[in-house]
């Protein structure tokens, strides 16, 4: 026997031992395209802030490893707080999308790009949705939403729903009219700080995200206390991972089985901070329980 008939039998031997022995093959040598993750979700590391210890630093990066792993095919992570700008960052290029429910839904529009959704990703508190807080300054004479008639109130963007739409749904339910000039801040720590510098006696309050709780005053925004919590919007969907319209079937599925290894996997979990990781996507949001909020909330 030759010496190339040796080493291509060897070869063959080496390849069938590792099959056996459940070795992953490097998705570098898959053939198949490989796929673009846009990152969106605001508690991801590099688009938040790490002032509170194990909290807004989601690790996507392992994300796209494990999926990787899982999928025989290489999956490249591009974190953006627009989808705009992720996709200047991609080339263009973008498969799957996970971020605020209503903030991609939104910039798929603007951005003419057709998606469905696959998953949620839990919270550290097992949740799937997030809700409007309604704020005002600690010595604020108002106690509830229904007192915040003719106030002047800080809404978010019209794409973040907890912060707009269901806050707006809530003060109709319970009777308050709106202010006849709506004021927005582009963000949770831009609302705090506006409503904070405005005169003492002016009455005002201020829409934040619930998740925006913890880092308001780990990040320096209000000292302890400077605000105080007097109503909740009904839930919204959270954190939700899209995939573009066209993905096949058979990728789709292969996808959604891969998040659901996320939640068999201890490490993945810390990493992402979730309780119990990705869980199918579900058209009706769970209602959210009732609970009294802490007036430590903020963002």
């Known amino acids: ?152 109130i800080f809404f978010g963007p019209e794409d973040c729903d907890e912060k707009s739409a269901a806050p707006m749904a809530f003060m109709k339910e319970k009777g308050v009219a709106l202010p006849s000039t709506i004021e927005t801040a582009p963000s949770c720590s831009n609302a705090a700080v506006m409503l904070m510098e405005l005169p003492k006696d002016a009455k005002a309050a201020a829409i934040i995200s619930s998740y925006a709780g913890p880092l308001l005053e780990g990040c320096g925004k209000v000292a302890k206390g400077d605000l105080r919590v007097i109503g909740e919007s009904k839930p919204v969907p959270f954190i939700t991972l899209f995939v573009k319209s066209e993905m096949p079937a058979a990728d789709q599925k292969a996808l959604s089985a891969a998040l659901e290894e996320v939640g068999l996997d201890a490490q993945m979990l810390i990493d992402m901070e979730t309780a119990s990781g990705f869980v199918p996507w579900k058209e009706e949001a769970p209602a959210a329980p009732a609970a009294s909020v802490s007036s430590k909330k903020k963002d």
């Open 1 to 152: 026997m030759g010496e190339t008939m040796m080493f291509r039998l060897f070869s063959l031997f080496s390849a069938l031992v590792l099959l056996a022995s459940g070795a992953t093959v490097s998705a570098f040598e898959d053939k198949s395209p490989e796929l673009t993750l846009v990152v969106m979700d605001p508690l991801a590391g590099p688009l938040a802030c790490d002032c509170v210890k194990g909290y807004a630093q989601r690790k996507y990066e392992k994300l796209g490893e494990f999926l990787t792993k899982h999928l025989s095919r290489k999956v490249n992570v591009v974190w953006g707080e627009t989808l705009e700008s992720a996709m200047e960052k991609s080339e263009g290029k973008v498969d799957i999308i996970v971020g605020k429910h209503s903030v991609v839904l939104s910039d798929a529009k603007d951005s003419k790009l057709s998606v469905i959704p696959l998953a949620r990703l839990t919270d550290l508190k097992d949740k799937v949705v997030q809700t409007g807080l309604f704020v005002v300054r600690a010595n604020d004479p108002a106690k509830t939403v229904e007192d915040l008639k003719g106030y002047r």
